[in-house]
T-cell receptor
């Protein structure tokens, strides 16, 4: 069974204080690993897809990296508007139902203080 | 404004009521999903429709009944719910059946069962 574990559960940073969020996963062959951002009262917003170990993607102050066992979301010099819950999800290469299920983690709630 | 629209945003219903949640997307996506999001838990896949055909029913109780009349609209019909069904219900769509390019989520319906 595919599993996704995110840590820490919550993270409080001062504005400008860089840090990383972790997503550890087990999957029977990885098709893709996804990062989403979710603001309170809204649905998750797609950020990145990573497909293979060593791959990196960047968007503004966010950079996602991938190894064979985990992914990191690095936040450089965060601003208060980066405060949100960040979700990680994995998609396996195949499944028998003809539909490729995505398994989500429980998320890391990030708070950036001015 | 997200490309996926959900109504209503908030719903309070008694255990004997019947109500429906509506989801609409005009992104040209072929797959649509219902997810349940509860506090401290990962997003839980409920139903998947690919080209209007239901391809996944993730052991959801029969008090939840989905309907997909066309590839742009998705409904979730609710009846005789339980208090533990209170949660955020999210609709999502994707271009391919496997969500390999990420999902587009709606803002969700916050459901409270009293």
């Amino acid at each position: 069974e595919d599993q996704v574990t995110q840590s820490p559960e919550a993270l409080r940073l001062q504005e400008g204080e860089s840090s990383s969020l972790n997503c550890s996963y087990t999957v029977s062959g990885l098709r893709g690993l996804f990062w989403y951002r979710q603001d309170p009262g809204k649905g998750p917003e797609f950020l990145f897809t990573l497909y293979s170990a060593g791959e990196e993607k960047e968007k503004e102050r966010l950079k996602a990296t991938l190894t064979k066992k985990e992914s990191f979301l690095h936040i450089t010099a965060p601003k208060p508007e980066d405060s949100a819950t960040y979700l990680c999800a994995v998609q396996p290469l195949m499944n028998s139902g003809g539909y490729q299920k995505v398994t989500f983690g429980t998320g890391t709630k990030l708070q950036v203080i001015p | 404004e997200t490309g996926v629209t959900q109504t209503p945003r908030h719903l309070v219903m008694g255990m004997t009521n019947k109500k429906s949640l509506k989801c609409e997307q005009h992104l040209g996506h072929n797959a649509m999903y219902w997810y349940k999001q509860s506090a401290k838990k990962p997003l839980e896949l409920m139903f998947v429709y690919n080209f209007k055909e239901q391809t996944e029913n993730n052991s959801v109780p029969s008090r939840f009944s989905p309907e997909c009349p066309n590839s742009s609209h998705l409904f979730l019909h609710l009846h005789t719910l339980q208090p533990e069904d209170s949660a955020l219900y999210l609709c999502a769509s994707s271009q391919d059946g496997g969500g390999g390019y990420g999902y587009t989520f709606g803002s969700g319906t916050r459901l409270t069962v009293v």
